[in-house]
């Protein structure tokens, strides 16, 4: 009996034992799993955003360039300084360009004067001259009449008094015109006016010598000589006469006048053209801006061609991207673009204000330019800038970023299928919120994805899913 009770005994702490160990190696086994949670992977419309950087420039600059040429003679500005549109800045010397422009003035002004002299006078100038041209054809034919019956001894004398009067007329008219010469080889009287004197001078000329042939006539008596002279002068002034009241009558001084006004225009144009070349010695800024890039002295010498200064206007900066072709599409005008400029450690927003349809050549990249308020001017030209545009929405496969291991290069998650992991090797696309979007052949809506516990894993290792 007591034999039985051993062996029962001995038989019972056996199975006790026994099973004791069994259970602790289960267990033991169990904690070496690990455990991760895990979320799946879904598909969503993703926010695209390129991340570009760029060298800050000035949305609005200008640089002024002497067309001319010269010697500076004024500075009146510094780099640095505000200036508003049309405020000069530096001022130039060229002797020719100064002595162009005063010739072209002066001609200018004399044709001016002769023009709106025309317009007024013209009309009442060629109507005197049908009165003096009417005056001298009845003059010639009373000449020839008086020949014809002889004259008086009451004639010759009033031959002689209208000898004496021609030629005081004829010597005081020669001597305003021999003055005017000199004044109209100076360009100090206009052509008009020359022209004038001396038509009165050469008439009161014409005066002189037929009062004296006139007067050798009646002394001596008419012969046939003398009177063919008569009847052709007659002839003469009576033809003038007919020509010029036909001009009167037809109003031809219009034609006259018309050739004036376009010597007028012609001198007009000189003119213009001269003084804004002239113009051009003062350089100015042609924007409101602050002066930049300005190195010269009074009394240095400018090229023509030759850049003198530029104007920035600092108030909107702009920062030049380029974008390639996947994603140029989903970029529009006036989007609101984050700006980011490491070296103040700021970000500002930015507008989308041009959008090349066209690609560059050489880097086939779309330009994309975006502009930026400076109100506090902090923002300098050729500061780098960093900006996060948006492209667009696409649909795509995201994951949380915790999901995303990174070794070397590449970039990876793990996969979970019956209880085992499964390294898959990743593209990395867009962010979209706390999500990143992924790709790859292995990876679809639906997957689980481990989220923690991930670091630590191996290609093929078991886990244990988790429960939060």
Known sequence: MRKEIAVTLAVTMMLTFGGCGKKDAVEKKDENVKTVFVERAIS?????????????????????????????????????????????????????????????????????????????????????????????????????????????????????????????NYEVSKINYDKNVKLYNKQLISEQDFLNLENQFKSNENAYDTAKRDLALLEKGTVEEDMNTLKATYKSQESSYNLTKRKVTEKSWNYDLQSIKAQYLADKANYELAKKQYDKLTLKAEINGVVANLDLKKGNKLAASTPAFSVINNDDMQLSIGVDENNISGINKFNNVSVEIPALAKKFTGVVSEVNPVADAKTRKFGIKIKIKNGQHEIKKGMYAIADVAAGVHKGTVVPKAAIVVSGINSYVFKIENNTAKKVQVEIGDENNNRQEVS??????????????????????KVKVGQK
């Open 44 to 168: 969503e419309d993703i926010n695209k955003n390129l991340r570009v950087g760029g060298e800050i420039d000035a949305y609005d600059e200008v640089t002024v360039t002497s067309d001319t040429g010269g010697d500076i003679d004024a500075v009146y500005k510094v780099n640095g300084q505000w200036v508003k549109k049309g405020e000069a800045v530096v001022k130039l010397s060229n002797d020719q360009i100064e002595a162009t422009y005063k010739r072209a003035e002066a001609a200018y002004l004399a044709s001016s004067a002769a023009y709106e002299k025309s317009k007024k006078y013209i009309e009442d100038e060629n109507k005197d001259n049908l009165a003096v041209s009417e005056m001298q054809y009845v003059s010639a034919k009373m000449r020839l009449q008086k020949a014809q019956r002889g004259e008086e001894k009451e004639t010759i004398d009033n031959a002689r008094s209208r000898v004496e009067t021609a030629k005081k």
């Open 440 to 461: 790859a052949t292995d990876i679809k809506e639906g997957d689980l994805i481990a989220v923690e516990g991930n670091f630590l894993l191996s290609d093929g290792e």
